[in-house]
């Protein structure tokens, strides 16, 4: 097995990595309340595209991309430390 050899150099990089991942994911959930707080049943389902307006959809698409971006990154993290490991 190889020797590991921890920075902090990296360790700080990794912390300030996950902090900005978190902090946009709390960003676009704020600004996502604004949907919760002007909703109208009369314009559609809840949380359907017809019933948002053209910034809540921006919003919505940008927050589900976020998603499917960590997901592949966690993917290709755990990749890379598993290719590592062997």
């Known amino acids: 097995m190889k020797k590991i050899k921890i920075r902090l150099t990296d360790i700080i990089y990794w912390l300030a990595l996950i902090s900005a991942d978190i902090f946009i994911f709390f960003i676009l959930?704020?600004?996502?309340?604004?949907?919760?707080?002007?909703?109208?049943?009369?314009?559609?389902?809840?949380?359907?595209?017809?019933s948002m307006n053209t910034t809540e959809k921006i919003l919505?698409?940008?927050?589900?991309?976020?998603?499917?971006?960590?997901?592949?990154?966690?993917?290709?993290?755990g990749k890379k430390v598993y290719k590592w490991l062997k």
């Open 29 to 50: 959930s704020l600004l996502l309340m604004g949907y919760d707080d002007n909703y109208d049943s009369s314009k559609g389902e809840y949380w359907s595209l017809v």
């Open 60 to 77: 919505y698409i940008s927050y589900n991309l976020w998603i499917l971006l960590n997901i592949i990154a966690i993917i290709y993290i």
